[in-house]
Every structure is written in structure tokens, then in C-alpha cells.
């Protein structure tokens, strides 16, 4: 990380505040004063401001139930951004892994750990996404009280989406009611839920992400907390090697 990133990440200092304190030679690396805020440093390198060594604040990992017509964006936009519901310091370190449409509700998961979120929403790791869907057409298929099962084997199989040259992976639908089911995916493809539907020619009008991995959509719409370290030692990935891998 940048030597100015980790002032900033260990001390109450800005990013301007940081560049500052560094061109006035005020920051060591490994004994040497080093007055280049663009320089690549490393945790386990000994860097010191005014005689005390710096250690960066530890990683934060936060699940907020997005409200409808909020963005996920750190800046407002057309809609509120959903930062403004978060009441935590310096949530310009944060980012949002997995984002949610303007009209979608549910489970986000927002943290300073880039490497964390990479991995999480990595393809390679197949991490499932539950989502609740309400749909303008009926699912219902011959018997009441399931889905037409020519469309469960559809999203089983993979959809064509107009302009990708890959199916979709398999894709489960599980029925809870004659307009509304729940889909789990294991991708994270630029509208996938809306996009999906479109294809076998139903629309979505309303969309609720329920879980990512094993983690549930615990909290209230627009309440946020922190994961346990449990949480996030475990999630998304496949196995505890992938993770020790990453370390
Ligand atoms: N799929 C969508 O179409 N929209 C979302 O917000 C999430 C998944």
C-alpha cells in the first residue's frame, strides 16, 4: 500500500494531512526518512512518525440491510448513498463488496479489506447469493404450489443473456408463491436476477438479497453491524486452505 494510505490507515491523519507530514521528512521507513507519499510499503516494514511505530487499525467487515431507492456508492447520486446510514469513522476507507441496484434490497457487505472482498465475490469461489424475487408473471406450473418445471430446468441448465457468450452457471429456484421465488446464484454478472428473468420473459419487480455465503440478512432494513471474525474467516470460502492461502 502506499506509504500516505498507511499514515492515514494508523493515524487520525487525512490523505492531505499525510502528505503533508511525509514531504516534511516526519515519517521513517526501516530507520530511513522517506518523503514520497507514493511509496510502496508493507505492514511488517517499521515505519514511524515522530518517534512511535505505526500500526494500521484493524480491518473492518460490516453487513447492512440496504433500504430501497439508496446507492451503493460512497457518494450520493440520484439516490442517497448508502454510507449515509453508516455512523463509523473514516468511511472513506471503506468500500462495498457486491453491489446492489438503486431498487434492490437486502444483505451488503462493506469493508477496507480489498483482498477480502476480491476474494468473496471471486468467481473461482462459487460463493452463493440467495435472492427473494417478485415477479409481474406466475411461475406456477401445472400443480399449484410449484414452479413450471421446464423453467426450474432452465436456470438449472444455464441462461443465454443477450451479449455474453457464457451461460449462466446453474442457477437453483425454489417456489415460495405463485409470484415469488427465491433464486440462488453463484455469479455476480452486471442486473444477473433481472436479466435472467427477462430471458425466459417474466420481469422482476422487486428483488431482496437474503444471504451471501452463510451469512443472513440478520439486521432491519437500513441497520448495519459488524461480522463476527468467525464470519469472516469462513466466508465464501470453499475450503480453510484457500483462506490461509491468501495470508
Ligand atoms: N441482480 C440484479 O439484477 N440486481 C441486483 O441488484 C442484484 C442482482
New binding site residues.
Partial sequence: MRLDKFVCKSTTLNRQQAVLVISAGEVTVNGNAIVDAAVQVHESNCIEFQGERLLPRPFRYILLNKPKSTLCSNVDGDYPSIFNLLNVPNPDELHIAGR??AD?TGLVLITDDGRWSFNVFNPKYHCQKV?RVRLRDSIEGEHKGEIDGQLVARFKQGLQLPGETKLTLPAKLVYVSEREALLTISEGRY?????MFAAVGNR?VG?H?ERVGSIECDVACGEWRYLSDIEVEGFGFSSLSELDNRR
Fill in positions: 446492489l441496484d434492490t435472492y442486473h444477473q436476477v433481472k436479466r422482476v428483488l438479497r
